[in-house]
């Protein structure tokens, strides 16, 4: 029974996709459910599984071409794939066919001179190796010494002083969306970005001393620092209204939501999961949210869904050991929030020097919609909660 493969059925905002990936070749013996094909859109790597035990009969579609929500992109013949191996084997033995006949004169003549018989023509009946032919093969000196010009000629090209490697591969059309949507908030953005420091020291204390209680009591949740600054970040965009909006034409919209995207790294590229509705979780409900996009965006798992919308962004370049830098935007989303590497800094508290870890905070901003004054207030809003916590759960 022939089965069409279709393309996936994409969300209205994805207009289509590229074949990225091949799994399974025509007549390769496939399982139920086994991948076959990944199929890349602007924002997340589709898989598309064997619908039944059998064998990819015809591909419509090869690596690289665009295809269309439900588009037909292979054939797939049901309880093909067990025949098609052992459909193979003959084939495969038809090579083993017998080399040409050897006079017994000329075998011997051939190996008092060294030769092989396999080389030599045969000149006699069926192609039949006789001593004449052993003879002339004897007669040709420059047979022999033609072996080392060849050796050399594939050593020549082996390093030439100054040369460089080059590889050139098609950008991936997530690394192609990912360019495209940063081009489009540098350009049409009025992009600013303010920076202030935090102290880490309260956070660290809170979460050395309940880390173990809180993994116990929430069934090996750990407590990391992304879930205090997703709190703080909410609690701040209520605060600051503004900072929480977007703008759609000549219209300010303003959410009465809290949807945080988180930035996770993959090694197709960046992509930003939401954390919907924010505001009703507790930190284990987004530490948990933040591990599940993290393990799922490893493995090409996580659904457009889950990548579109959000109205505040959190990125950690920290984890890479990034010190400072300027985030940017997530259209259409009106600021970006930057994380960085917690280090050990002297600073200055009540009259003396104290060694404290400190990490700058970054907020880019989209200054059309975004006062330079609300951005700092936004920021000095989470620098004071990660630096005295309790203002989260008293609402100071």
Do not use: C
């Amino acid at each position: 029974m022939t089965i069409e493969i279709k393309a996936p059925t994409f969300p209205e905002s994805v207009q289509d996709g590229t074949v990225a990936t091949w799994h399974k070749k025509p007549g390769e013996a496939v399982s139920r459910d086994e991948l076959i094909v990944d199929i890349e859109t602007d924002k997340v790597v589709l898989e598309v599984v064997a619908p039944a035990d059998g064998s990819i009969s015809e591909i419509l579609k090869q690596q690289g071409d665009v295809v269309l929500s439900n588009e037909v992109i292979a054939y797939f013949v049901a309880g093909a794939g067990a025949a098609a191996a052992p459909a193979a084997a003959p084939a495969a033995a038809a090579p083993a066919s017998a080399s040409a006949p050897v006079n017994p004169a000329a075998k011997k003549l051939a190996a008092e001179k060294g030769l092989d018989t396999a080389s030599i023509a045969g000149s006699g009946k069926d192609g039949r190796v006789l001593k004449e032919d052993v003879l002339a093969a004897s007669a040709k000196p420059a047979a022999a010494p033609a072996a080392k010009p060849a050796a050399a000629a594939v050593a020549a090209p082996v390093v030439a002083e100054g040369y460089r490697i080059e590889k050139r591969v098609p950008m991936t059309r997530l690394r192609s969306r990912i360019a495209e949507r940063l081009m489009d908030a540098a350009q049409n953005t009025a992009m600013l970005t303010t920076f202030n420091e935090v102290n880490m020291g309260p956070v660290m204390a809170l979460r050395n001393k309940y880390k173990d209680q809180f993994e116990k009591a929430h069934k090996g949740t750990r407590l990391g620092f992304m879930s205090f600054f997703v709190k703080a970040a909410v609690e701040a965009l209520r605060r600051i209204p503004a900072v929480n909006a977007s703008i759609d034409g000549n219209d300010i919209v303003y959410h009465g939501y809290q949807d945080i995207g988180v930035a996770v790294s993959t090694e197709k590229g960046l992509v930003v999961p939401v954390l919907r509705n924010a505001e009703h979780m507790g930190l284990a409900d987004i530490e948990n949210g933040i591990r599940d996009f993290g393990l799922r965006a490893r493995d090409g798992k996580l659904g457009i869904e889950e990548m579109t919308g959000g109205t505040f962004t959190i990125t950690n370049g920290g984890v890479f050991g990034s010190l400072m830098s300027t985030p940017i935007l997530n259209p259409p989303q009106a600021a970006i929030l930057g994380m960085h590497k917690i280090q050990e800094r002297p600073m200055a508290v009540n009259g003396k020097v104290e060694i404290l870890p400190m990490m700058y905070l970054a907020l880019s901003y989209d200054h059309r919609l975004i006062d330079g004054k609300e951005a700092v207030q936004f920021l000095v809003a989470i620098k004071d909660m990660i630096e005295d916590p309790a203002r989260i759960l008293l609402d100071i």
